[in-house]
């Protein structure tokens, strides 16, 4: 499956952005979500959900602050961000795994898409 991430921007602290991400195949066959890689530091797990959608799981660092949805219908996934900080700022990759458990690790994900990047100004 292909992924097209997009939505990143400039944001000033305390703002919002939404990242989208479309595949180019049903979504309800896959675990998806997001990653991000600041510059200089690994890639770490941000958020994640099942192929229903149902349930989710978000990182300690976003978690009250960044939601993700999903729509099978329209084969994407989405990540909400809001109060954003400076430590924010990174690479943001949708990822997505075949079957339906979810992931939190880089080597659970079997696809990547190509990042955006998100910049939050203090």
């Known amino acids: 499956v292909q992924l097209q991430a997009s939505g990143g921007g400039l944001v000033q602290t305390g703002g919002y952005l939404s990242l989208s991400c479309v595949a180019s195949?049903?979504?309800?066959?896959?675990?998806m979500g997001w990653f991000r890689q600041a510059s200089g530091k690994e890639r770490e797990f941000v958020a994640t959900?099942?192929?229903?959608?149902?349930?989710?799981v978000h990182a300690d660092s976003v978690k009250g602050r960044f939601t993700i949805s999903r729509d099978n219908a329209k084969n994407t996934v989405s990540l909400q961000m809001n109060s954003l900080k400076p430590e924010d700022t990174a690479v943001y990759y949708c990822?997505?795994?075949?079957?339906?458990?979810?992931?939190?690790?880089?080597?659970?994900?079997?696809?990547w898409g190509q990042g955006t990047l998100v910049t939050v100004s203090s």
């Open positions: 195949r049903r979504t309800s066959s896959y675990a």
């Open positions: 959900n099942l192929y229903n959608g149902v349930s989710a």
């Open positions: 990822a997505a795994r075949n079957g339906v458990a979810p992931f939190t690790r880089t080597y659970e994900v079997d696809y």
